[in-house]
C-alpha cells in the first residue's frame, strides 16, 4: 500500500491541479522572524504551483479579521497566517496567542476556510527564529502545507457549484 508520508511523517504535499490561489497574510512586528516564515511559506507554496501574495496585517490579533474580509473577495481559495508573539513582562502575550488562535480557528471551523496557521508563540526571540527560518524548523512552510491539505480537502468534499442537495450539518454536534 503507498503511504502518503514523508520520511518524519508528515503528510506528504498534497497534488493539486489547478494550482490554487493563496493569500498569505503576515503580521510583521518581529520583521526578520516573519520574513523567515514567509520565505518558507513561498516556497512550500511554489513548489506546489501555487500562485501566492502577501499582505501584512497590524498585529497578530488582525490577522483574522484581515482574513476574514480577503475571504468575501473571493479571490482565494486559501490562507496562511504568519506571525510571530514572544513572551514579555505582562499578561498580554496569553491574551494576544489565545485571541489570535481563536480567531483563526473561528474561521477555519465556521466558515469553512482553508488556513494554515503559523503563528509562532514562543519564550524567546531564539527560539521564534530556530522555528521561523526555512533551513532549520520552517514553521511558515508547515503552514503553507497545512493550508494546501485544507484546500485538498475542501476540494473533495464540498459539491460542486450549483449542486442541489448540499448536506447540512445542522444537528451534528462537536465535542
Do not use: W
Not at 13 to 24: D, H
Not at 47 to 53: I, P
Not at 163 to 172: E, F, M, T
Request: net charge negative.
Amino acid at each position: 500500500m503507498a503511504s502518503n508520508m514523508s520520511d518524519h511523517g508528515a503528510l506528504a504535499p498534497p497534488v493539486l491541479t489547478p494550482g490554487p490561489r493563496v493569500l498569505i497574510v503576515a503580521a510583521p512586528f518581529y520583521r526578520a522572524i516573519t520574513d523567515g516564515l514567509i520565505a518558507g511559506a513561498r516556497a512550500k507554496l511554489d513548489a506546489a504551483g501555487a500562485q501566492s501574495e502577501v499582505i501584512e496585517a497590524p498585529g497578530a490579533l488582525e490577522l483574522a479579521p484581515t482574513i476574514r474580509m480577503a475571504a468575501e473577495s473571493g479571490a482565494y481559495e486559501g490562507y496562511v497566517a504568519l506571525g510571530c508573539v514572544i513572551r514579555g513582562e505582562t499578561t498580554h502575550y496569553e491574551t494576544v496567542c489565545e485571541e489570535s488562535a481563536r480567531g483563526v480557528t473561528y474561521l477555519t471551523v465556521k466558515r469553512g476556510l482553508a488556513i494554515g496557521n503559523g503563528v509562532l508563540t514562543v519564550e524567546t526571540e531564539e527560539q521564534a527564529l530556530a522555528r521561523a527560518l526555512p533551513e532549520r524548523m520552517d514553521k511558515g512552510g508547515g503552514a503553507a502545507l497545512a493550508c494546501l491539505h485544507l484546500i485538498s480537502f475542501a476540494r473533495r468534499f464540498r459539491p460542486p457549484r450549483g449542486a442541489v442537495g448540499r448536506p447540512s450539518d445542522d444537528g451534528i454536534l462537536l465535542a
